[in-house]
């Protein structure tokens, strides 16, 4: 059954910060996977598109242009009031080539935000901010009418906390979910609004390690108890490990009160579990958000890195 003919119907519902855009609570995240048709993968993306859901997120490095080249074909006729997020991966190499080349694959004239995709490392930073630099690139971009607004990913409070200081970013991106660094919440969040920079989050299942056995984005754990991964994204994993539910992951997110919470949902069944829980959503107490926190940090362990809490 269709998202649109099922009772999901999410609005618009804050400013994304001083882009004026008014967002959905919930964001459509990566959907790619080669070894799914794009048809469907696209279908997949109109389905949340359907409910209601008003920002994607994607990325050229997203199995290597694929997760742009479904964007594109999943907006195309549609794609008025759709705040589309896309990444430079390359920070070094000369930045309106690699705006061109996401723009070709994704069919489109202009995207709404291109962010610096995991910029981690102060050094990073620095040399984007500098004369020159991938900011100074980016800005010609957007005077070139490819942009509207630039801003960054990053693993790292440190060079979150520097750059939206700089005064450069317009939307930051960053981890929100029951086992991040604390810093995100109490000080980058925070920052970020007084600055009036927008927040689209990520990282609320934890790349799937919270809800069953992989090192991250259904890879399987190395010596794994015996359990089947499935095909999809976080939400349908398999577990025999400690493990928790989407909605009180998606519960703790929204708790906390990001602009946006972008979520990888792959499949239909996966996007009704969010969907589901987020319609259902209300605030939790402190002690419900310690027990999760608590809970979190059980069924993380043994999963590999978290590479989000630089």
Not at 164 to 187: E, H, Q, T, W
Not at 279 to 307: H, P, T, V, Y
Request: aromatic content about 8%; hydrophobic content about 40%.
């Amino acid at each position: 059954m269709a998202a649109k003919d099922k009772k999901y119907s999410f609005k618009p519902r804050r400013a994304l910060g001083r882009t004026g855009f008014v967002a959905t609570q919930l964001g459509i995240g990566d959907i790619a996977d080669r070894k799914v048709a794009i048809d469907k993968c696209a279908a997949t993306v109109r389905r949340a598109l359907d409910a209601g859901l008003n920002i994607i997120d994607t990325a050229p490095g997203y199995e290597d242009g694929y997760s742009e080249e479904i964007v594109g074909k999943a907006l195309a006729g549609r794609r008025e009031g759709i705040f589309v997020i896309d990444k430079i991966d390359h920070h070094d190499k000369p930045i309106a080539q690699q705006v061109d080349a996401s723009l070709e694959r994704l069919g489109m004239e202009m995207v709404d935000l291109f962010v610096l995709h995991a910029l981690s490392e102060m050094a990073g930073l620095e040399k984007a901010l500098a004369q020159g630099g991938a900011f100074e690139q980016l800005d010609k971009c957007r005077k070139e009418g490819k942009l509207r607004f630039m801003g960054i990913s990053s693993h790292n409070p440190d060079v979150l906390e520097k750059a939206i200081n700089s005064g450069l970013c317009d939307v930051v991106m960053f981890a929100i979910g029951p086992y991040c660094d604390n810093r995100y919440i109490d000080k980058i969040l925070p920052l970020a609004k007084s600055f009036n920079v927008g927040t689209a989050c990520f990282k609320t299942f934890g790349a799937g390690k919270l809800l069953g056995d992989t090192e991250g984005y259904s890879n399987p754990l190395k010596n794994r108890p015996r359990g089947k991964v499935s095909s999809g994204g976080g939400i349908g994993l398999a577990h025999t490990l400690p493990h928790m539910n989407p909605a009180e992951c998606l519960h703790y997110t929204l708790t906390i009160d990001p602009d946006v919470a972008l979520l990888g949902m792959s499949f239909p069944n996966e996007q009704d579990a969010a969907f589901e829980a987020a319609m259902n959503f209300k605030a939790l107490s402190k002690e419900q958000m310690d027990d999760i926190n608590k809970r979190a940090a059980i069924a993380i362990e043994g999963k590999g890195n978290c590479w989000w809490n630089t």
